[in-house]
């Protein structure tokens, strides 16, 4: 299959996504990517750098011609969100992409594609690569850990790069010109529970809640996809007066709309029936409720073996309010700019086993003071249910500059060559902008990229089409970079 992707135009933008994609990368397990990419400028007798941190750093003088323009930083992260389907037998840590065409779009085979960002290390590689693309004095900024924490980002010190220029290739629309993204934060709430040591005289079951669209949790959050803890928790209560949980797991990243929910309940034996029964009614219901936008959510009742422990009652109320009334969803819309969403939360993960829960939560925003409100909204919400609440990961927006002499040349060019105006916009993302700018601030930045469906989702796709086309704005961008002061 993956040898189809190989003769896509532009080809070498293919190859090498298809070489990386051969590659595991999981966010915080990158060793094998980093080590693929310092060979691969190595190979090119490029001078390659590892920052302490493990971001990699490949220099490329300006080619004949283009030494007087400003020299660029070109800047894509390494790790890869892995999302699966449930009933999709894959091993991450050992296997690599596997690839398929349907129509205009390149996709997986029930996993995620990791064209985020593996498509804008691609672009990058091609162009070091190349012997006949003009460009000014590059450095290609490879970051590690975008996903799940931003930890490459923060961690590049001042002094490593030398650009005056950033492009950053992690947008997912290829008509839109990125000068901006909001902030976030890592909101986790844990509390211990009590456990009841069951008597046998009970009848368990398995709860399986799958087939939710999932996607990005900053780019998809406007989009009202279902939740599938806060669909789950909707079951629990409409059946929490005959039921004790045991376990639960759903979601599985804090930046995915989680797709999934496993629990297993247990209730009285003579009560089994009318749980059944108000379970699937509860379900049904959601499901008529969300049926044009999440087709195809399956709700499995499946009777299992009695577990031997479960949370009491005031353990598991205070679980399904602090779930309940927690905030999940778009907080804020933006006052200065239409469409986009200012501030926002995702419920990305409930856990609940042997007598701990943990609620894990990604609060992004454009605007602090909104983040602060929505953060305050969780806290109190979690602390009322007596949870204790943890605020970790924080990272910081990134500010528009309209002033941009990049942006300029950029809304040119692709006017020029597409005969439209390309969007001007920020994103409800946390793009590595903000946080790079922390130690460079004086760097001109600006973000683009091809067309990316479902990222973080199995569903994700990466238009061919759109390839081609944000290839030959590239091209175009690295002729016309401006020139030295």
């Avoid at 890869?80 to 389907?85: A, D, G, S």
């Avoid at 993204?181 to 040591?197: M, W």
């Avoid at 305050?376 to 007596?386: H, S, Y």
């Avoid at 941009?404 to 902008?433: Q, R, T, W």
């Amino acid at each position: 299959m993956n040898q189809e992707i190989r003769n896509l135009e532009p080809k070498a933008l293919w190859n090498n996504f298809s070489d990386i994609n051969a590659v595991p990368r999981a966010s915080k397990k990158e060793e094998r990517i980093i080590a693929f990419v310092v060979a691969f400028g190595k190979k090119l007798d490029l001078e390659t750098v590892i920052d302490p941190i493990k971001n990699v750093i490949i220099k490329k003088p300006a080619t004949p011609g283009m030494e007087n323009r400003k020299p660029i930083v070109m800047q894509s992260h390494l790790d890869m969100v892995h999302q699966k389907n449930s009933d999709t037998i894959f091993d991450f840590e050992k296997e690599g992409i596997k690839m398929k065409i349907e129509g205009d779009w390149v996709t997986a085979v029930g996993t995620t594609l990791g064209a985020d960002n593996g498509l804008g290390v691609a672009a990058i590689m091609s162009v070091l690569e190349s012997t006949d693309i003009p460009h000014p004095a590059i450095e290609a900024l490879f970051t590690i850990d975008e996903e799940t924490g931003m930890t490459g980002a923060k961690g590049l010190q001042a002094g490593y790069l030398e650009g005056e220029i950033l492009l950053n290739l992690d947008t997912e629309e290829d008509d839109e010109i990125d000068i901006g993204c909001a902030g976030g934060v890592d909101v986790t709430a844990t509390k211990n529970y009590t456990e009841i040591i069951l008597n046998g005289n009970c009848k368990a079951f398995k709860l399986s809640l799958t087939g939710l669209r999932g996607g990005h949790s900053g780019m998809d959050i406007h989009k009202e996809f279902g939740n599938a803890n806060k669909i789950m928790n909707q079951i629990f209560e409409a059946t929490q007066n005959i039921i004790n949980i045991s376990d639960l797991k759903g979601g599985s990243l804090r930046n995915a709309i989680p797709r999934e929910s496993f629990a297993t309940i247990v209730c009285n034996t003579k009560n089994a029936a009318q749980f059944i029964a108000k379970a699937e009614e509860s379900a049904n219901k959601i499901k008529s409720d969300l049926s044009a936008i999440e087709p195809d959510l399956e709700f499995v009742i499946e009777a299992t073996k009695c577990p031997l422990k479960a949370m009491t009652d005031e353990d598991q109320n205070n679980l399904i309010l602090a779930t309940k009334n927690a905030h999940n969803g778009v907080f804020k819309m933006s006052e200065t700019m239409q469409g986009l969403v200012e501030a926002s939360n995702n419920i990305a993960k409930i856990n609940v086993m042997h007598g701990s829960i943990e609620i894990g939560c990604l609060t992004r925003s454009s605007v602090e003071e909104s983040k602060k409100q929505i953060v305050d909204q969780l806290t109190t919400t979690f602390e009322q249910e007596g949870f204790k609440v943890k605020l970790s990961g924080a990272y910081p927006g990134w500010s528009p500059n309209a002033n941009s002499a990049i942006l300029a040349v950029m809304e040119n060019l692709y006017e020029k060559l597409f005969d439209k105006k390309a969007d001007v916009v920020a994103c409800h993302a946390g793009l590595e902008c903000g946080i790079l700018g922390t130690n460079y601030p004086d760097m001109d930045m600006i973000s683009f990229g091809p067309t990316i469906k479902g990222a973080h989702s199995p569903d994700e796709r990466a238009s061919i089409s759109s390839s081609q086309k944000f290839w030959k704005y590239l091209l175009e961008i690295l002729k016309n970079i401006p020139l030295k002061e």
